[in-house]
């Protein structure tokens, strides 16, 4: 059985940082590319941060890059997203998602998701 766990998420000032973590379980990690993804209350979900299976290949939606940085250890089964600079409007829950390719994730073509760690930014 395949899980996504995400972690880290939690309330922050305006200005401030947070890393998220995923952690992978019952798939072979470094075969998936893996992503970050939000959604707002009342708002569509939305893809922020792609990396590809080895790590090597990364994408940003325009509204967070070069504040947000995704990364991977292979060798954790894990997936990571750090949020720096975070502003009220980053206010949402962040999920986690494999694809089978790198440019599945900004598509939408997911296998699996995780359920998804708030994240409250306060002014």
């Known amino acids: 059985q395949v899980q996504l766990v995400e972690s880290g998420g939690g309330l922050v000032q305006a200005g401030g940082s947070l890393r998220l973590s995923c952690a992978a379980s019952?798939?072979?990690?470094?075969?998936?590319?893996m992503g970050w993804f939000r959604q707002a209350p009342g708002k569509e979900r939305e893809f922020l941060a792609g990396?590809?299976?080895?790590?090597?290949?990364?994408s940003y939606t325009d509204s967070v890059k070069g504040r947000f940085t995704i990364s991977r250890d292979n060798a954790k089964n894990a997936v990571y997203l750090q949020l720096n600079s975070l502003k009220p409007e980053d206010t949402a829950v962040y999920s986690c998602?494999?694809?089978?390719?790198?440019?599945?994730?900004?598509?939408?073509?997911?296998?699996?998701w995780g359920k998804g760690t708030l994240v409250t930014v306060s002014s």
């Open positions: 990396i590809s299976r080895s790590g090597t290949i990364t």
């Open positions: 019952g798939l072979t990690f470094s075969s998936y590319a």
């Open positions: 998602a494999a694809s089978n390719f790198y440019t599945d994730l900004p598509n939408y073509r997911i296998l699996y």
